[in-house]
């Protein structure tokens, strides 16, 4: 089954950038869906950002402008390249893939924005 595992959180003043990565192995198939959630305490998970295989893009309204989602097929890597960070971006991201009926979380890595 498919594995995934993100890095890149960490501690960032407003403003500043950030950069996500999501590692997926296993039997990943070259048609799918990835993208990244986030959640924050006592909140419900909230859709950041989703690409399709070939390249289609929707992100959330709140985002747009800001952060950017990629991927590297060869490679399967989902990355999310955050930029102009607010203090309401703050939360837990997770990494997400789906195809069909698999739908797959990673771990989840922190992202907190404050000065």
């Known amino acids: 089954q498919v594995q995934l595992v993100e890095s890149g959180g960490g501690l960032v003043q407003p403003g500043g950038s950030l950069r996500l990565s999501c590692a997926a192995s296993?039997?990943?198939?070259?048609?799918?869906?990835m993208g990244w959630y986030r959640q924050a305490p006592w909140k419900g998970r909230e859709l950041v950002a989703h690409m399709t295989s070939d390249g289609i893009t929707n992100y959330v309204d709140s985002v747009k402008g800001r952060f950017t989602i990629s991927r590297d097929n060869a490679q399967n890597i989902v990355y999310l390249q955050m930029n102009s960070l607010k203090p309401e971006d703050t939360a837990t991201y997770y990494c997400?893939?789906?195809?069909?009926?698999?739908?797959?979380w990673g771990q989840g890595t922190q992202v907190t924005v404050y000065s």
């Open positions: 997400n893939y789906r195809r069909g009926p698999i739908d797959v």
């Open positions: 296993g039997n990943i198939l070259s048609i799918n869906l």
